[in-house]
């Protein structure tokens, strides 16, 4: 059984940095690219960044640029997403996603498995 297990989310104050994890067990994503995506309430699941599987690729949305960071750990079967200079925009529930063949992906219906999802609230 294939699962993306997330964490790291939770409340920070406007300015302040959070590391989010999703990992993986089940199969090993190490041949595949992954993605971060996040749902704020009321809205659309939108994508934020993807990485290809060697981790030497990453693409991000306009709205992630020059602030998250997305990196994996192939060893530990894990993804990261490092976020900081957080805006209250950022809140949202946080999903990783898996896998791709090559990035960019930014639709989620080119992801097959899917993570719970990890809430992030940043306050003003």
């Known amino acids: 059984q294939v699962q993306l297990v997330e964490s790291g989310g939770g409340l920070v104050q406007a300015g302040g940095s959070l590391r989010l994890a999703c990992a993986a067990s089940g199969r090993t994503f190490s041949n595949d690219g992954m993605g971060w995506f996040r749902q704020a309430p009321g809205n659309e699941r939108e994508f934020v960044a993807a990485?290809?599987?060697?981790?030497?690729?990453?693409y991000y949305a306009d709205s992630a640029k020059g602030r998250f960071t997305i990196s994996r750990d192939n060893a530990k079967n894990t993804l990261y997403l490092q976020m900081d200079s957080l805006i209250p925009e950022d809140t949202a529930v946080y999903y990783c996603?898996?896998?791709?063949?090559?990035?960019?992906?930014?639709?989620?219906?080119?992801?097959?498995?899917w993570g719970q999802g990890t809430q992030v609230t940043v306050s003003s």
């Open positions: 996603a898996a896998p791709v063949q090559e990035i960019p992906r930014t639709g989620t219906y080119e992801y097959d498995y």
């Open positions: 990485i290809s599987p060697s981790g030497s690729s990453t």
